[in-house]
Structure formats: structure tokens, C-alpha cells
């Protein structure tokens, strides 16, 4: 995308950002936490920072997120309880889509400093189309989102 300045000569832009938007605990489980650190360290080797989001991660995995060296922001839990149409994954998030969207916003407009967002993914099953929607509209930057679900998305890569 050489107008949107993402890629230019082949090189990525300068000082690029990578987010990740993951949560992890004993009841999610892991491997959505694992899955975007193995992206990260190595968007990370070609000199891009990561971010990392959560609002849910266990200790174990916040602190094996911080020795990789990567910054971390977690979300906070206050928000609107998820409505009965989210299910379980809605109650994995916490929160509305929604809610958890604005937070991931502001969260990332205050982390603006760290570079120049280069991609944002999304490995969650209580976040799908409706929060990748809000964030579209507000980004100017790639939706990556990683599910196993036959669900709907908007991102511009489902993997």
C-alpha cells in the first residue's frame, strides 16, 4: 500500500507498530496468548515494535509477555456486563464488543508515542466482526484476526 505508506521500496515504514488485542487465563486458555507472541518476536527480529492488549491474562502469561520484551497494556475490567447473546466467549471478554473496542481505541491513541500502527491483531473468541467494525472505522491501519470459528469478520485477514 505505497499511498498508505506501509510498505515502501520493499522496506517496511519507519518505526512500525504491531497490536495485538489477546486475553489468556486458566478458563480461555493459552494458546491465543502464544500464538501472537510467536508473531510478535518475529515482526520484532524485522523491526517492528509489538504491543500487546488484554484485559484477562493470567500472571504466568503476563510475565512471559514482559520477559519477551514486548510492552504490555492491560485493559481495564470495568465496562458493561457482556449481554446473553455473547455466551460464554462474552463472558471470557467481560465486556460488551463494544465497550472493549473504545477501550482498545483510547488505549491505543495513548500509546501513539510508540510508533506508526503498522497492523492490529485480534486472536479472541469473545471479540469477531462487531468490535473489528468499530475499530475499522476508527484505524488506519490492517485487521489481522485469527479465529477457529465459523464466525463473521470484517478484518482485512482471517486466518
Known amino acids: 500500500m505505497a499511498d498508505g ?64 520484551g514486548h510492552k504490555l497494556v492491560r485493559l481495564s475490567a470495568d465496562g458493561p456486563m457482556p449481554n446473553m447473546a455473547q455466551g460464554l466467549y462474552g463472558e471470557w471478554l467481560g465486556t460488551t464488543e463494544e465497550h472493549d473496542a473504545w477501550a482498545t481505541i483510547h488505549a491505543l491513541e495513548a500509546q501513539a508515542s510508540l510508533g506508526r500502527l503498522f497492523v492490529v491483531v485480534v486472536d479472541h473468541y469473545g471479540l469477531g466482526g462487531h468490535w473489528e467494525c468499530i475499530l475499522r472505522a476508527r484505524i488506519e491501519a490492517p485487521l489481522l484476526a485469527l479465529d477457529d470459528l465459523s464466525r463473521k469478520h470484517v478484518a482485512d485477514i482471517l486466518i
Open 5 to 68: 505508506g506501509w510498505i515502501l521500496s520493499g522496506n517496511v515504514m519507519a518505526n512500525p507498530l504491531a497490536v495485538f488485542r489477546v486475553d489468556g487465563s486458566a478458563q480461555i486458555g493459552t494458546g491465543h496468548v502464544m500464538r501472537c507472541l510467536t508473531l510478535a518476536d518475529a515482526m520484532a527480529r524485522r523491526g517492528i515494535a509489538c504491543l500487546f492488549l488484554a484485559r484477562t491474562l493470567n500472571d504466568g502469561l503476563w510475565t512471559r509477555l514482559e520477559r519477551s
